[in-house]
């Protein structure tokens, strides 16, 4: 089990990433309102139509993530274990990056034998 303080700051890192990522959703979705066909040679406006829309697609990915952790948060269904070797995590490693579900040895053989992404951690506010 993780203490008391570490899900606190980790909730409320939760909803501070959460908050940021809204702000972001609702710029891009500014972004493709203001989006005029005119203002661009042909083709180029589908590309950044698209371009817009994959932005938004990454950010409501990461937002159902990130309300998806909060949840488990407090439903304190976060053990705090890692995962795979079952070892506890260092609780300042889980501060760092909440979403973390491998500790720091597992983190770094995941990263080496699978650049995939499966275990990346979640990142905010990267395109
Ligand atoms: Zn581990």
């Known amino acids: 089990m993780i203490n008391l303080e570490t899900k606190e700051y980790c ?3 939760l909803y501070d990433e959460r908050a940021e990522i809204e702000k972001r959703i609702e710029e891009l979705h500014i972004q493709k309102m203001k989006l ?11 590309q950044e139509r698209d371009r817009i829309n994959g932005f938004l697609n990454n950010a409501f990915a990461t ?3 990130t ?3 909060i949840k488990e948060f407090k439903e304190d269904a976060v053990t705090g274990d890692c995962t795979k070797c079952e070892e506890k995590i260092d609780e300042k490693d889980l501060q760092e990056n909440p979403c973390r579900r491998l500790c ?3 983190q770094k053989e995941a990263n080496n034998h699978n ?3 499966a275990y990346a951690n979640v990142g905010v506010g990267t395109p």
Not at 36 to 46: I, P, R, T
């Open 11 to 13: 909730l409320n890192k």
């Open 67 to 69: 309300s998806a952790r």
């Open 63 to 65: 937002h159902s993530k």
């Open 36 to 46: 005029k066909s005119k203002d661009y040679e042909m083709g180029q406006f589908a």
């Open 115 to 117: 650049h995939s992404g």
């Open 104 to 106: 720091i040895k597992c």
